[in-house]
């Protein structure tokens, strides 16, 4: 493909979240002088609705279908979150790009943004992630972790759903009995609102409306969800959140970060000139190269987070058991000037303490021998 004349194709889930993504990508392409556009491709992930998400990891629904249409030519190339993504794929399909990386970082999601630690006992937390689970109960083993599933707005409106539907519920009782003691002379009743329920729906938020006609299955007091993600879909500053350190809560691989695959050749080295960013480079492919030889994939909790700081890549990696209460966890600058082959031993020593066997057992736990190290997949960033 000449790309000085024609217009790039990139492929792209439906998603909010994924067309905000490959909007990013779009942007500074063309800010580079690249003409693109959007192609929209339903994937096998966005069909299924009720399997958890970590059951999809599998055979990399959310991944290989966009990626077949690229190998098949019948697009130039496809925008994905890099924490999805197979550590293994096609010889003839690389990572053209990768843009600067958004936070890596996971948020304790709330409706009155409290931490982690100042969760009653007993909460339900959210999250399909294996990863999140066991990180949250090796922190808070009194926590009760319920499955989570949909893309950002979704999980959002059915953590808010209840709140909400309680206070609706409790405003529009409080002006019948208002309305009832209108023509009472004797009545002291004091109307404990500013707002009527008209003006106060009216004050809602579209996120908010939405979680009002919600009927959940679960009554969640909080949630887990990707920073990067909340920041993308500009819900942020819908819901109360409390960044998890992670140094303690270690991100998954690649989490934050965008890659852009295509097939090798001119037009992949001409993406990787315009959009790559060194230093994300660096740090996620420490990241997945540590993931590749642990061979995970997403029937094991696995955390890897690496900073590129000076002359070192600050890496910190967490192998956990499914139900939180074994870990492994290693911290270690790694030299950028062999990052690949100090990551590869790094995964090494790390199977020597340990990490070998927790996997092996998560993988006897969940019956997936053959699994393909796809990351654990969430809808979330």
Known sequence: MDTSGDTLRLATRGSDLALRQAATVRDSLASRRLTVELAEVETTGDQLTDELIHRLGKTGAFVHSLDEKVLAGELDAAVHSMKDMPTERPDELVVAGVPERGAAEDVLVTPDGVGLEDLPEGSVVGTSSLRRKAQLLAERPDLVVEPLRGNVDTRLEKLLAPSLQAEHQERHEAEQERKGQAGDDDSDYEFPYEQDVE???????????????????????????????????????????????????????????????????????????????????????????????????????????????????????????????????????????????????????????????????????????????????????
């Open 199 to 381: 003006a106060w729906f009216n004050g809602l938020a579209e996120l908010e409306r939405r979680a009002l006609e919600r009927e959940p299955d679960t009554e969640y007091d909080a949630i887990v969800l990707a920073k990067a993600g909340l920041d993308r879909t500009g819900l942020t500053y819908h819901v109360g959140t409390a960044t998890l350190d992670p140094e303690r809560f270690v991100p998954a691989p690649g989490q934050g970060a965008l890659a852009v695959t295509a097939v090798d050749g001119a037009l992949a080295e001409d993406i990787h000139e315009r959009l790559d960013d060194d230093r994300t480079r660096v740090e996620t492919t420490v990241e997945r190269t540590i993931l590749a030889e642990l061979g995970g994939g997403c029937v094991a909790p696995i955390g890897i987070h690496g900073r590129l700081a000076g002359g070192v890549v600050r890496t910190v990696v967490r192998v956990l058991s499914q139900d939180g209460t074994e870990t492994i966890q290693v911290s270690r600058d790694l030299p950028v000037e062999r990052h690949i082959s100090a990551a590869q031993e790094l995964a090494a020593e790390l199977a020597d303490r340990g990490a070998d066997d927790l996997i092996q057992a998560a993988r006897r736990d969940t019956g997936d021998a053959d699994d393909d190290a796809a990351t654990a997949r969430e809808e979330d960033e």
